[in-house]
């Protein structure tokens, strides 16, 4: 009786362990076959130049999927070199050194953070590349379906929503933004935001302003 139980727990174990491992086995083999290549487990797949105009859009190198598909690698980096020799305050995210004048609590009651020190920080900010150096290498599919960037607002500091929408414009290829769309939820203080960021950036076609109802 002990022999027979011993083989069908021998037998059950079998089987589970089929159903475990047969599956990743499967993913294992897909995985290799899509690797682009001069990537471990390539499938030998062509490399073409992908040539354009614009930041966005210089003479990078393209690889193709094992399906045709192309794979490009995004990073602006004539952007990212700028960014990495600004100076000023805040930049590479840096603290700014406030006085004791600076450092007053009505400032950080109505917004949260010191809304004097964020006026005189860029609207342009920098920030160090803190990612590891393989994501640099890192690429994306070609053909990427473009987005809405909806950004919610109640009594929000200026600055610091127009550093959100600088960054979201310089940070951003602009074929994968179809629209910024600024939502003010009841905000009840000075109404001029819109005439602001009109001022300031002027008024790309994907903006749209829209208030809570």
Request: aromatic share 8%; charged share 25%; glycine share 8%.
């Amino acid at each position: 009786m002990r022999r027979k139980e011993k083989r069908l727990l021998q037998a059950v174990a079998l089987v589970l362990a089929a159903l475990v491992l047969l599956p990743n086995v499967g993913l294992w083999a897909l995985y290799r076959e899509r690797q682009p290549d001069g990537t471990p487990g390539g499938s030998g797949a062509a490399v073409a130049l992908a040539a354009g105009q614009g930041s966005h859009n210089q003479q990078k190198k393209t690889f193709f999927l094992g399906d045709g598909q192309k794979l490009k690698d995004w990073h602006d980096k004539e952007a990212i070199k700028r960014d990495a020799q600004r100076v000023g305050n805040g930049e590479q995210g840096r603290p700014f050194p406030m006085t004791d004048a600076e450092r007053v609590d009505q400032a950080y009651r109505e917004n949260g953070f010191n809304i004097y020190v964020s006026d005189k920080i860029s609207l342009n900010r920098s920030l160090p590349d803190i990612r590891h150096p393989n994501c640099n290498s890192k690429r994306y599919l070609e053909t990427l379906p473009n987005t809405s960037i909806i950004i919610p607002f109640h009594n929000e500091g200026w600055s610091s929503l127009l550093r959100t929408v600088h960054s979201v414009l310089n940070r951003s290829p602009p074929e994968l933004i179809a629209e910024i769309v600024l939502v003010d939820d009841f905000s009840d203080r000075d109404p001029g935001l819109v005439q602001l960021l009109e001022s300031i950036i002027g008024e790309p076609d994907f903006f749209s302003f829209p208030t809570s109802s």
